[in-house]
């Protein structure tokens, strides 16, 4: 596919390398089953779409093909033909359903006779960023990545494969939205609302406040732990062990690009064989790491909000080790900490133990006290804002209606939808309430760290700018693409359906 890159070799961004291998080599594709036993073979029926049926192993090569997108850079692509139509949701890091809208993609591609020629994909490839240094095209980069990507495991024509498909996904979409233009009245409507000037004023009303009113007696903490007894329950705990494998030291002091990603291929394999390691039949860690002469570190029971010190900077390692279950697979995959992986073994388990009433009653003071306070600030904003919008609609000055309230009203400074009033807190929340209020209403609550908030829309003016010609044409060009957008999303929805998709062995 590539051959002719082979002729002008230069250094390989090492880290896209890096990236590739984890991918691949290291937890790509199926592993095995939580409790050790062979998982769904690869001859297995995965699905079945316009009548055909596709096994494991085919349908995680599509999938495969998500990943080498995103790995390359190809988000445009990978994210757009998975929203095209979302029906499926996996735990699988390549979704299911781009997989399934590639082959509606594939079929369509073909009805509407799109063929990109390989001189078509070999110039796009050229504009992909992992094929650039210093924002040029680099034969010698590219090369290397068809190697890398042939070495674990990928085909040597998915890369020419996938740029095709993404130049089909464009052609397909300009053919069926080609004919469709933004009218030039929801353009001036969304004009008028991105850019017209905003006066208006906020009022606050904070939680403290009215949790000084609040009363809490001990006969409602008395009542509230019995009919939630169940509920007052201490954390479950969970004491671990764990291997840790840090990031190779000095690779930010090699020069040599072939020999970073040597020192790195050769960390993520000692990751790799020690993990395939703990798949097999009684697997322990600590013998296992005993035999690669690893250290083990070992940790009392903890709950899962307060994983100890020597775990801070272990990521989602914790998490995962609140997953493994007691009698089926105690030893976690590798997990990505701040400075290495981790591979951990569940070694017992504290459940939850009931709580008495002496142990939660502050708990549950504090937690009425804060039920109470926003009941009563809810009750208070939404009657003021029902009497100020009367107030305003009766001609009545917000200035009055405020001082009868005993109100404090803060004025805002002029602003649009694009430009929130620069410093002030919760801007984009008030922007966004404000940008469709009437003038002389008063928005819905608002929620910002304090409490609640009401916005009040004095005017709206829609001013003369200089640049006011080209920001239209802006505008229509995005509402324009937006709508674009909806119309194939909605049409390849339709040609989804039609592919008639019965899933066989879950993929995620």
């Known amino acids: 596919m590539l051959e002719f890159f082979r002729r002008h070799r230069g250094p390989f961004l090492w880290f896209l390398t890096f990236v590739i291998i984890i991918s691949f080599a290291v937890w790509g594709g199926y592993t095995g089953s939580n409790n050790g036993n062979a998982g769904p073979s690869g001859t297995d029926k995965a699905f079945t779409i316009y009548g055909k049926d596709y096994t494991r192993a085919e349908a995680e090569r599509t999938q495969r093909l998500y990943m080498i997108a995103a790995r390359l850079g190809m988000f445009q692509f990978a994210m757009g033909l998975m929203d095209a139509s979302r029906n499926f949701e996996t735990r699988d890091s390549s979704p299911?359903?781009?997989?399934?809208?590639?082959?509606?993609?594939?079929?369509?591609?073909?009805?509407?006779?799109?063929?990109?020629?390989?001189?078509?994909?070999?110039?796009?490839?050229?504009?992909?960023?992992?094929?650039?240094?210093?924002?040029?095209?680099?034969?010698?980069?590219?090369?290397?990545?068809?190697?890398?990507?042939?070495?674990?495991?990928?085909?040597?024509?998915?890369?020419?494969?996938?740029?095709?498909?993404?130049?089909?996904?464009?052609?397909?979409?300009?053919?069926?939205?080609?004919?469709?233009?933004?009218?030039?009245?929801?353009?001036?409507?969304?004009?008028?609302?991105?850019?017209?000037?905003?006066?208006?004023?906020?009022?606050?009303?904070?939680?403290?406040?009215?949790?000084?009113?609040?009363?809490?007696?001990?006969?409602?903490?008395?009542?509230?732990?019995?009919?939630?007894?169940?509920?007052?329950?201490?954390?479950?705990?969970?004491?671990?062990?764990?291997?840790?494998?840090?990031?190779?030291?000095?690779?930010?002091?090699?020069?040599?690009?072939?020999?970073?990603?040597?020192?790195?291929?050769?960390?993520?394999?000692?990751?790799?064989?020690?993990?395939?390691?703990?798949?097999?039949?009684?697997?322990?860690?600590?013998?296992?790491?005993?035999?690669?002469?690893?250290?083990?570190?070992?940790?009392?029971?903890?709950?899962?909000d307060a994983a100890p010190e020597a775990l801070k900077a272990a990521g989602s390692f914790v998490e995962k080790c609140f997953d493994l279950t007691l009698g089926e697979r105690t030893i976690s995959d590798p997990i990505k900490g701040d400075k290495g992986y981790?591979?951990?073994?569940?070694?017992?388990?504290?459940?939850?133990?009931?709580?008495?009433?002496?142990?939660?009653?502050?708990?549950?003071?504090?937690?009425?006290?804060?039920?109470?306070?926003?009941?009563?600030?809810?009750?208070?904003?939404?009657?003021?804002?029902?009497?100020?919008?009367?107030?305003?609609?009766?001609?009545?000055?917000?200035?009055?209606?405020?001082?009868?309230?005993?109100?404090?009203v803060t004025a805002l400074p002029d602003f649009d939808a694009n430009t929130p009033p620069p410093g002030l807190a919760n801007a984009s929340e008030i922007v966004r309430e404000a940008e469709f209020l009437a003038p002389g209403t008063v928005s819905k609550p608002v929620s910002i760290d304090s409490g609640l908030l009401l916005v009040v829309l004095q005017d709206k003016e829609l001013r003369k700018r200089p640049d006011g010609d080209s920001m239209r044409k802006s505008v229509e060009a995005s509402l324009a693409s937006t709508e674009r957008d909806q119309i194939f999303r909605a049409w390849f929805g339709r040609q989804k359906e039609a592919a008639n998709v019965k899933l066989q062995v879950p993929l995620g």
């Open 96 to 304: 299911l359903d781009f997989s399934l809208n590639l082959l509606v993609l594939k079929k369509q591609m073909e009805e509407f006779g799109i063929y990109p020629s390989d001189d078509e994909a070999m110039k796009a490839m050229q504009d992909l960023s992992a094929f650039q240094k210093d924002g040029k095209f680099d034969a010698g980069q590219a090369a290397m990545v068809e190697e890398m990507l042939g070495a674990n495991g990928v085909r040597s024509g998915d890369l020419l494969e996938l740029v095709k498909y993404d130049i089909g996904l464009t052609k397909l979409k300009d053919l069926v939205t080609k004919n469709y233009a933004a009218s030039s009245f929801a353009s001036e409507k969304r004009y008028a609302a991105m850019y017209q000037t905003l006066k208006g004023s906020t009022i606050e009303f904070k939680l403290d406040d009215f949790k000084k009113n609040v009363k809490i007696e001990d006969a409602e903490i008395q009542k509230t732990y019995d009919e939630k007894k169940d509920s007052f329950k201490t954390a479950e705990k969970r004491a671990i062990r764990w291997v840790f494998f840090a990031d190779p030291e000095g690779l930010d002091k090699i020069e040599d690009a072939a020999a970073k990603n040597k020192k790195q291929a050769d960390h993520i394999e000692t990751i790799r064989a020690f993990a395939d390691k703990t798949f097999q039949s009684g697997a322990k860690l600590e013998a296992l790491a005993t035999e690669a002469k690893l250290k083990v570190e070992n940790t009392a029971a903890f709950a899962q």
């Open 342 to 408: 981790y591979i951990g073994e569940l070694v017992s388990v504290e459940e939850p133990k009931q709580q008495e009433l002496a142990e939660v009653k502050e708990q549950i003071r504090t937690s009425l006290l804060d039920q109470k306070a926003r009941e009563a600030m809810a009750t208070a904003v939404n009657d003021t804002r029902e009497e100020l919008n009367k107030g305003l609609k009766e001609g009545k000055k917000l200035a009055d209606l405020a001082k009868a309230k005993n109100l404090t």
